[in-house]
């Protein structure tokens, strides 16, 4: 779910604060990447993944995407058994939620709208992460006994990760931007199949269409793997509870609303958070602050060039 809303306010990049991928550069690669370009610039360019009439870079540029998306994808994420028990294990996620949620946003936006290089490299990264996550489970968790083995590099987590993240991106824009033809929808499917490759997950297990998607993400919740474990519940205690940044602190209540809103109504449930008619009255204000209370500082940000780092040799 990439983020260039809220990157191109932190007028950041991966890996350097400037922007500029600083490691394993060929001598043909360093023309690209020696002057960090400005999130204006990277709108326009084509020399990555994706061009800039892609919808993965139309959702990605909307600050309502991650910011409104984002929370309900996290919760969805550990509301399978061995994603929350690696979340917990192993991310540190309760210590230093924001960096390392940022992190994981600028690797999602380089993808997006970085040069190729930049795109695998963070990629590479990505998957260098998930290599270190791999354990077993020391209690029951949902249908999941007592030892159940888990990696970050499993295709089948790899999978439903993604797919959460497809399923809120697309929920978050569509309710408060504005609803995807099913052209669309089938061109995001394909440019978010991009992105999971890059990360490592086989394309083997990737749906081959909108269609397929959206079958497995319902299967997934109609089965019984997905639910919402204590494990989880801790993750969301510190998702829905956890101080934004200073500059984002006017924007929780959308947060925190979209989030519950965006989730299944069972996983809502289950994670025991309430939705009332006045919440359902609220959300569409609240997500008018983010849409358009950020647009003057995010139009600033856009045109401010990261300052340049040195390149490795």
């Not at 870079?57 to 409104?68: Q, Y």
């Not at 929370?71 to 991310?91: D, F, K, M, R, T």
């Not at 998957?127 to 083995?149: C, I, S």
């Amino acid at each position: 779910m990439p983020l260039p809303g809220l990157e191109a306010a932190l007028a950041g990049g991966f890996l350097s604060p400037g922007g500029a991928y600083t490691g394993g550069v060929d001598a043909r690669d360093r023309a690209s990447v020696r002057m960090p370009r400005t999130h204006a610039e990277r709108l326009t360019a084509r020399d990555g993944y994706f061009s800039p009439e892609s919808v993965i870079r139309r959702l990605g540029n909307s600050p309502v995407t991650p910011f409104l998306g984002g929370g309900a994808a996290v919760l969805l994420q550990v509301a399978h058994p061995l994603v929350a028990c690696g979340v917990v294990e192993h991310s540190g996620y309760d210590g230093d939620l924001w960096r390392r949620l940022i992190g994981t946003l600028r690797a999602l936006y380089m993808i997006t709208f970085g040069a190729k290089t930049e795109a695998e490299q963070a990629g590479a990264v990505v998957r260098a992460v998930h290599a270190r996550v791999r354990g077993t489970t020391a209690t029951q968790l949902g249908t999941f006994p007592p030892g159940t083995p888990y990696s970050a590099s499993d295709p089948e987590l790899m999978l439903w990760v993604h797919a959460t993240l497809v399923h809120s991106s697309l929920a978050a824009y569509q309710q408060f931007v504005q609803p995807l033809t099913p052209v669309e929808l089938e061109q995001y499917h394909r440019e978010m199949n991009v992105v999971a490759e890059l990360f490592g997950t086989p394309t083997s297990v990737l749906p081959g269409c909108y269609r397929e998607f959206r079958e497995y993400f319902q299967a997934q919740l109609a089965g019984h793997a997905i639910t919402v474990t204590p494990l989880a519940h801790e993750v969301a205690s510190v998702i829905l509870a956890a101080p934004l940044p200073a500059p984002l602190r006017m924007l929780a209540p959308a947060h925190r609303l979209a989030t519950t809103r965006i989730l299944p109504a069972r996983l809502r449930n289950e994670y025991k958070l309430r939705w009332t008619p006045l919440h359902e009255l609220a959300l569409p204000l609240a997500a008018h602050t983010v849409r358009y209370g950020t647009r003057p500082i995010l139009a600033i940000a856009a045109r401010i060039r990261p300052p340049t780092r040195a390149l490795a040799a």
